[in-house]
């Protein structure tokens, strides 16, 4: 394990005019972590993943990742060229609706093999055979490969999202309420792979949710947001046994005991 | 002996916002030490506190006041102030907890439950299945449980699976809160066993058992955390 972090994110504000999106957000993450954000509608998550996935400029503060050559670049400073290549390999971003991520009119296969062409790939027998496996990992069979998305359930779609951002072995990924949306039943499965595979990738992830049992199932550590302020964070199971900020005790004693 | 683990003027309060901000004071002023080789009991009536003591020694809970040191990979740490990643280090390395009940995890199956402390230290997967089916047979749940996950189980075969998990790797110092509360008298005498085995090969456990047979038959010492309460501090 490296002493140094993948990613460290230092006063990041955004404001969109007068109105606070995310207010003098800091933390560090390391690889093989998983960041739990968060908090209700409008509290500022979603503003803080898109400024650290550079799909938003913030309006102040600064986001430096450490690159495969083990250099960190500030991510704000690059170029857009840079930024993209960046997302293209080293990074995936899985969105709450898979139509967001997903080319929906051509087939699951190419869905995955895109992002392998992307990074130089170009044998067509290498690319179809790691996209079977990819599918496979997400429980999509074989003789599904050659359908749009649009042809899947949104249980299916959002594994098919999954397997087109890691087939590339991102280190990072960043989720937005990954099972949002989903039945229950269907979350649980979607968990459950996504656990297996952050653990067995070494992945290191940002997810999205408000949902605090995805929290504590996926995360080691995790980030109350409210108002665009972080008002906790820490290990996963201290924020949510033992919650000390108002407005984490509020979130917490509102869960539904099944 | 060496001490592993110092317990220094900690103090814990839950402050509860919800309801006007009222401030529910646990425990204070609790120092103790435990040392390799022995197990230490922490003994008192139920809400004296010793199962949030725990919980402040696996980093569980937050502490208000006071040091947890813990000798950690040839250095020492102090948990109640460390970051969360040193915490992580501390639990994959050098603290095993054995929680009152299992949380589990959908699809995993019992097996691989247990292994996976295991795992996460390095250890081969195959391997640590290997122990994980040894430990599993001792406790003597059934061997057409072990690929299913426990979510269904019993109450007693859930702690069984959890008491595997906790006993597998060779953490230096082991957490136990209750954990024969839900077991036949074959099982519990399988636990004084596995303690024992522990002791013998230089770990120091800390425990809460509310069964006196079983108290008796592991504690070198009890602690009690009546001592701690926080009324006694004005005193």
Same mark, same amino acid.
């Given at each position: 394990?490296?002493?140094?972090?993948?990613?460290?994110?230092?006063?990041?504000?955004?404001?969109?005019?007068?109105r606070v999106?995310?207010?003098?957000?800091s933390?560090?993450?390391?690889p093989? @972590?998983?960041?739990?954000?968060?908090? =209700?509608?409008?509290s500022?998550?979603?503003?803080?993943?898109n400024?650290?996935?550079?799909?938003?400029?913030?309006s102040s503060?600064?986001?430096s990742?450490?690159?495969r050559d083990g250099?960190?670049? =500030?991510?704000?400073r690059?170029?857009?060229? =840079?930024?993209?290549?960046?997302?293209r390999?080293?990074?995936?971003?899985?969105?709450?609706?898979?139509?967001?991520?997903?080319?929906?009119?051509?087939s699951?296969?190419?869905?995955?093999?895109e992002r392998l062409?992307?990074?130089?790939?170009?044998?067509?027998?290498? +690319?179809r055979a790691?996209?079977v496996?990819?599918?496979?990992?997400?429980?999509?069979?074989?003789?599904? +490969?050659?359908? @749009?998305?649009?042809?899947?359930?949104?249980?299916?779609?959002?594994r098919?999202?999954?397997?087109?951002?890691?087939?590339?072995?991102p280190r990072?990924?960043?989720?937005? =309420?990954?099972?949002?949306?989903?039945?229950?039943?269907?979350?649980?499965?979607?968990?459950?792979?996504l656990?297996?595979l952050?653990?067995?990738?070494?992945l290191a992830?940002i997810?999205?949710?408000h949902?605090l049992?995805?929290a504590?199932l996926?995360s080691?550590?995790?980030?109350?947001?409210?108002?665009?302020?972080?008002? @906790?964070?820490?290990?996963?199971?201290?924020?949510?046994?033992?919650?000390?900020?108002p407005y984490?005790?509020?979130l917490?004693?509102?869960?539904l005991?099944? | 002996?060496?001490?592993?683990?110092? /317990?220094?003027?900690?103090?814990?309060?839950?402050?509860m916002h919800?309801r006007d901000?009222?401030?529910?004071p646990?425990?204070a002023?609790? &120092?103790? &030490?435990i040392?390799?080789?022995?197990?230490?009991?922490?003994?008192?009536?139920?809400?004296?506190?010793?199962?949030?003591?725990l919980k402040?020694?696996?980093?569980?809970?937050a502490?208000?006041?006071?040091?947890?040191i813990?000798?950690?990979?040839?250095?020492?740490?102090d948990l109640?102030?460390?970051?969360?990643?040193?915490?992580?280090a /501390?639990?994959r390395?050098?603290?095993g907890?054995?929680s009152?009940?299992?949380?589990?995890?959908?699809?995993?199956?019992?097996?691989?439950?247990v292994?996976?402390p295991? /795992?996460e230290?390095?250890?081969e997967?195959?391997?640590?299945?290997?122990?994980?089916?040894?430990?599993?047979?001792?406790?003597n749940l059934?061997e057409k449980?072990?690929?299913?996950?426990?979510a269904?189980?019993s109450?007693?075969e859930?702690?069984? /699976?959890?008491i595997?998990?906790?006993?597998?790797?060779?953490?230096?110092?082991?957490?136990l809160?209750?954990?024969?509360?839900?077991?036949?008298?074959?099982n519990?005498?399988?636990?004084?066993?596995?303690?024992?085995?522990?002791k013998?090969?230089?770990?120091?456990?800390?425990?809460?058992?509310?069964d006196?047979?079983v108290?008796?038959a592991?504690?070198d010492?009890?602690i009690?955390v009546?001592?701690?309460?926080?009324?006694?501090?004005?005193a």
């Amino acid at each position: 394990m490296t002493d140094e972090p993948l990613l460290r994110v230092s006063a990041l504000s955004k404001f969109y005019g007068s109105r606070v999106g995310c207010d003098n957000v800091s933390f560090d993450l390391w690889p093989g @972590e998983v960041l739990a954000v968060v908090g =209700e509608s409008g509290s500022g998550k979603t503003t803080l993943l898109n400024c650290l996935s550079t799909r938003l400029l913030p309006s102040s503060g600064t986001a430096s990742y450490r690159m495969r050559d083990g250099q960190f670049r =500030e991510l704000y400073r690059m170029s857009e060229a =840079e930024r993209r290549f960046l997302m293209r390999t080293d990074w995936g971003f899985v969105h709450q609706n898979p139509a967001d991520g997903l080319r929906m009119t051509v087939s699951a296969g190419a869905n995955v093999g895109e992002r392998l062409m992307a990074v130089g790939d170009r044998h067509y027998g290498k +690319i179809r055979a790691t996209a079977v496996d990819w599918l496979s990992r997400v429980e999509i069979e074989e003789d599904r +490969i050659d359908d @749009e998305p649009r042809a899947f359930s949104g249980g299916m779609r959002q594994r098919l999202q999954i397997a087109r951002n890691l087939v590339t072995g991102p280190r990072l990924v960043f989720m937005d =309420e990954p099972t949002g949306g989903l039945d229950v039943s269907v979350q649980a499965r979607l968990l459950d792979l996504l656990r297996g595979l952050v653990t067995d990738l070494g992945l290191a992830a940002i997810v999205v949710t408000h949902d605090l049992a995805v929290a504590r199932l996926l995360s080691q550590r995790m980030m109350v947001m409210k108002d665009g302020r972080v008002v @906790e964070s820490g290990l996963t199971d201290r924020v949510l046994d033992d919650p000390r900020a108002p407005y984490t005790q509020l979130l917490v004693s509102s869960i539904l005991q099944v | 002996m060496p001490t592993p683990l110092v /317990v220094s003027d900690v103090a814990k309060s839950f402050t509860m916002h919800l309801r006007d901000g009222i401030k529910l004071p646990v425990v204070a002023a609790v &120092s103790f &030490s435990i040392k390799a080789g022995e197990c230490t009991v922490l003994g008192g009536p139920s809400g004296a506190g010793k199962s949030s003591i725990l919980k402040m020694l696996y980093g569980n809970y937050a502490v208000d006041e006071g040091q947890i040191i813990v000798s950690h990979e040839g250095g020492l740490i102090d948990l109640a102030n460390a970051s969360p990643r040193t915490v992580l280090a /501390v639990r994959r390395q050098t603290i095993g907890y054995v929680s009152q009940f299992l949380r589990t995890v959908p699809r995993v199956s019992a097996l691989d439950v247990v292994a996976e402390p295991l /795992v996460e230290r390095g250890e081969e997967r195959e391997v640590a299945r290997g122990k994980a089916r040894a430990l599993l047979a001792q406790l003597n749940l059934p061997e057409k449980l072990w690929a299913l996950p426990p979510a269904t189980f019993s109450g007693g075969e859930q702690q069984r /699976v959890n008491i595997a998990r906790g006993f597998i790797t060779e953490h230096p110092i082991l957490l136990l809160d209750e954990p024969t509360a839900s077991l036949d008298a074959r099982n519990r005498d399988v636990v004084i066993e596995l303690i024992a085995a522990k002791k013998s090969a230089g770990v120091a456990l800390l425990g809460i058992f509310h069964d006196h047979d079983v108290r008796k038959a592991v504690a070198d010492r009890v602690i009690d955390v009546t001592a701690f309460a926080p009324g006694k501090l004005a005193a």
